[in-house]
């Protein structure tokens, strides 16, 4: 309808009289009509089995290619659609379908007289920083004679300023890659072509580029940077308005030559650099390479070998600041113009005035290195070791990778965290979801999280929880589009945040990943005698195999034996716990006794002994509260130590008969009763030569548990008389 209608505006009132026209448009009805012929699904395995379809459909096919290739040719959509699969061809004609209806569009306003203004028109706003006082004032900003160079506009260094240069309609330069953007959470994949100066074969399999000439000046350019043993490098970077972020600009600095490089447009030609960048002859200045690093790596393919970093240097001077511009006013005079510190690199073309910031970055870099490096020599008193520890530090910058971002389950807790707010659990449900949320949607769309939702507004939508949706823009000033756009689904987001309940329940299997609190430190007495700063013993990961100054801690050292014997396991002289009868020789082959040497005592536990000693203590309470009158055990009133300890010996004689009599006799059956006689054997010793008689043994027999009881009570009786004996003389 719009075409007919602009068709008209010309004086023609439909598009009959139009041949051209009316002959596309009957030929694609036409086509649309029979491609609904074509069998589908289950239909299209059928026929697919017959060989005389199988060739229709390929030469047809074939002929269809052709034809979308001129057609993308006509259009200058960049790709081979013959050499792509069928997931890449259709998104090739999707792409293409939308920059052919982009070119309709603007054929149409401009037939209609709408024509939009393709040039982009630059936004510029300034900020001074306020000063608190006259002692604050940049005192160089006042003085004439502080040189500048020449490219940059005095006037613009008249008053410290920041500058946040922008403009509109920039078209997004993502549209232009080659190479699509993956902003899912699948690892990062190196793109990296050929691998110059290797040291190891690259064993990642390459794709067949379909561009594969450079432009004569980037060329050239590559010759020149060869001939030079140091070369400065500084990259401008955009993160606003992309997930990832893009590398815009490159700057490379030689002795003699000061180069801009355009990364937007030759991104997927600068791996040449390679030869140049990785060449560990050529030395590559840096000022804070920690991201410029990562960012060659995911947007060029470019990799860095022998870098030095004037931040890393300016650390081991212990400058009192370590950003460029303080060196570039401390070694050189020069007032760095960092007005466009904020400015929107993606602009092109490109102003002059950031062309001139851009090369002021790397012009001084390499003058900068040279006196830092002589720096770093006498700080050392000619020494290397300071130099050389800038350089493992630079080193060790260059081994980074790039990992793309990767949402996790934890990921909302960081924000959570240093915001330093305290939510319930429907605050945490809400805060979880608009993240993920958000994640989602800038992946989708190639937008940084901070253009989406940015923290703050986050923070707060999920502190009110506001039940309209007009409490969730009233949130959010100003508002962003994205939450226009897709209010329905915050609302539904807040909405079920609110049907949480207050408190988490927490579920069997949540209580073992629960994190083991940090340990309470407690106060320690630096001055105490106790306290000792190297005794490292209390901590798990505890070693004391480590070689020392004294020499080396293992078995293989030359250290004096300790004086310390070898622990050897062996069998107890004298047991009183487990019967021999359970214990088998056999079982103690590597020990020095065997079990039936071991002598066993028969052991009494003090309960087992007040048992005994109860019934007689009974009787003697009982023997004196008796009435007068009735007979009682007759005493003798000159009653000696030796007669109180024999009669207390046959008392304990009858308790000793009794107890014998109450147990069970052991059953042993024959097999088992030849070693029972040796480990009851007993040596007695001759009480003339005082040596063991070991012909004389006494056979087992069940009088052999008495005598034991028996000797036990003789033992018990022998240490009471004695007690008694040791208090009758005290």
């Keep these: 309808m719009q075409f007919s209608r602009g068709i008209g505006n010309h004086g023609y009132e439909s598009y009959e009289p139009c041949g051209v026209g009316a002959t596309c448009t009957d030929a694609l009805v036409q086509s649309t009509q029979l491609s609904n012929k074509l069998p589908s699904k289950d239909n299209w395995e059928y026929y697919m089995t017959f060989t005389s379809f199988q060739k229709t459909m390929k030469s047809e096919g074939t002929k269809i290619l052709h034809i979308v290739a001129k057609i993308l040719s006509n259009q200058k959509v960049k790709g081979n659609i013959s050499q792509r699969d069928v997931d890449e061809q259709l998104d090739l004609v999707v792409d293409a379908n939308d920059t052919i209806l982009e070119h309709v569009a603007n054929n149409l306003d401009e037939m209609d007289g709408i024509r939009r203004n393709p040039e982009v028109e630059l936004v510029e706003a300034s900020i001074a920083p306020t000063i608190s006082g006259s002692w604050n004032v940049n ?22 300023t920041v500058r946040l240069l922008t403009a509109k309609n920039i078209e997004r330069p993502q549209v232009k890659f080659k190479d699509r953007l993956d902003n ?30 450079w432009p004569e000046e980037l060329a050239d350019m590559a010759a020149d940077l060869a001939r030079y043993s140091e070369i400065a490098v500084d990259l401008e970077h955009h993160s606003y308005r992309t997930f990832q972020g893009i590398t815009c600009l490159m700057q490379i600095s030689t002795r003699d030559t000061d180069y801009i490089i355009d990364t937007l447009e030759l991104r997927d030609k600068l791996h040449c650099l390679n030869d140049v960048f990785t060449n560990p002859s050529v030395v ?108 493992q530090q630079s080193t060790e910058i260059c081994k980074k990778r790039y990992w793309k971002p990767i949402l996790t389950e934890d990921s909302h807790m960081g924000v959570y965290r240093r915001s330093k707010k305290l939510f319930d659990n429907q605050q945490m449900f809400a805060l979880k979801e608009l993240y993920r949320w958000r994640d989602k949607v800038a992946r989708e769309e190639d937008e940084s999280i901070g253009f ?81 700063p190297h005794d490292l013993s209390r ?146 010793k001759h009480p003339e030569t005082d040596t063991y008689n070991e012909e004389e043994e006494e056979p087992a027999s069940s009088v052999s548990q008495p005598r034991q009881k028996q000797s036990r009570i003789e033992e018990l009786v022998e240490t009471d008389s004695k007690a008694s004996s040791k208090s009758a003389e005290m």
């Design 539 to 684: 901590l798990g990961d505890f070693r004391d195999d480590l070689p020392t100054l004294m020499g080396d801690t293992s078995a293989s050292s030359n250290r004096a034996p300790s004086r310390t014997p070898p622990l050897v396991q062996q069998a107890p002289f004298v047991t009183v716990f487990q019967p021999l009868e359970a214990q088998q020789d056999d079982d103690y082959s590597d020990l020095t006794m065997k079990p039936s040497e071991v002598k066993q005592l028969t052991f009494v536990c003090p309960y087992e002994r007040y048992k005994l000693v109860r019934p007689y203590v009974d009787a003697q309470n009982a023997s004196e509260q008796q009435a007068p009158g009735q007979d009682s055990v007759p005493v003798e009133e000159d009653e000696g130590d030796e007669d109180r300890i024999r009669r207390i010996r046959d008392h304990f004689f009858k308790v000793s008969a009794v107890a014998v009599k109450s147990e069970p006799k052991p059953v042993v059956k024959e097999e088992n009763m030849e070693p029972l006689r040796k480990q009851l054997t007993k040596k007695r």
């Design 284 to 391: 590559k200045v840096f000022h804070g390479a920690d991201h410029d690093v990562e960012w060659l790596q995911r947007d060029l393919s470019v990799y860095l070998v022998n870098l030095f970093d004037t931040h890393q240097a300016a650390k081991a001077l212990d400058f009192p600041q370590l950003s460029l511009a303080y060196l570039l006013q401390h070694y050189c005079k020069v007032t760095a113009n960092k007005q466009y510190q904020l400015a929107d690199w993606r602009i092109r073309p490109l102003p002059k005035e950031l062309r001139n910031y851009a090369r002021e970055d790397t012009h001084y870099l390499l003058y900068i290195y040279d006196t830092m490096k002589n720096a770093l020599l006498d700080a050392a008193n000619g020494n290397t070791n300071i130099l050389e520890s800038v350089l």
């Design 139 to 160: 005192k160089q900003m006042m003085v004439p004679n502080v040189h500048r160079p020449n490219h940059v506009n005095r006037s613009s260094t008249a008053a410290p």
């Design 184 to 213: 899912s959470s699948t690892p990062f994949e190196p793109r990296i072509k050929d691998k110059p100066n290797a040291l190891k074969p690259l064993s990642i399999l390459l794709e067949m580029s379909e561009d594969g000439e």
């Design 452 to 532: 989406i939702l940015p923290n703050h507004m986050m923070l707060q939508i999920a502190d009110t929880l506001p039940r309209e949706m007009q409490g969730i823009l009233a949130c959010c000033n100003p508002i962003p589009t994205t939450v226009r756009k897709n209010l329905v689904n915050l609302h539904q987001i807040v909405l079920k945040a609110r049907e949480q309940p207050l408190t988490k329940l927490v579920l069997e299997e949540e209580i073992s990943r629960v994190r083991v609190p940090a340990p309470s430190w407690q106060k320690i007495n630096l001055d105490g005698a106790l306290h000792c």
